[in-house]
């Protein structure tokens, strides 16, 4: 079982940035897709930006291209989305997700694992 658990969420100004951590524990990712996704109230839940562990590729979706950024830490074992110049659409709660295989990286449905999310509010 992962157990996945995000945190760095919080109330910011347009413009400024958050980083946000998800972490398991007892686990390593290695062999994992770990991606990040989000929902808006009133909104399906979105795809943000993916991260193979192997290999260290990296996919994001275009609304945040850019401006968003995914790295990791194996020592930590921990998956980070940075998030710079963030604007008031942006608000959502944040989730992080993990599989080993995953069949369309964009899907919702292709993940086993979330965490429990973590709110992002962008004040204009």
């Known amino acids: 079982q992962v157990q996945l658990v995000e945190s760095g969420g919080g109330l910011v100004q347009a413009g400024g940035s958050l980083r946000l951590s998800c972490g398991a524990s007892g686990r390593t990712f290695f062999g994992y897709v770990m991606s990040w996704f989000r929902q808006a109230p009133g909104k399906e839940r979105e795809f943000v930006g993916a991260i193979y562990w192997s290999t260290g590729g990296i996919l994001y979706a275009d609304s945040v291209k850019g401006r968003f950024t995914i790295s990791r830490d194996n020592a930590k074992n921990t998956v980070y989305l940075q998030m710079n110049s963030l604007k008031p659409e942006d608000t959502a709660v944040y989730y992080c997700?993990?599989?080993?295989?995953?069949?369309?990286?964009?899907?919702?449905?292709?993940?086993?694992?979330w965490g429990q999310g973590t709110q992002v509010t962008v004040s204009s």
């Open positions: 997700a993990a599989d080993r295989v995953v069949q369309r990286v964009t899907s919702v449905e292709s993940y086993k694992y």
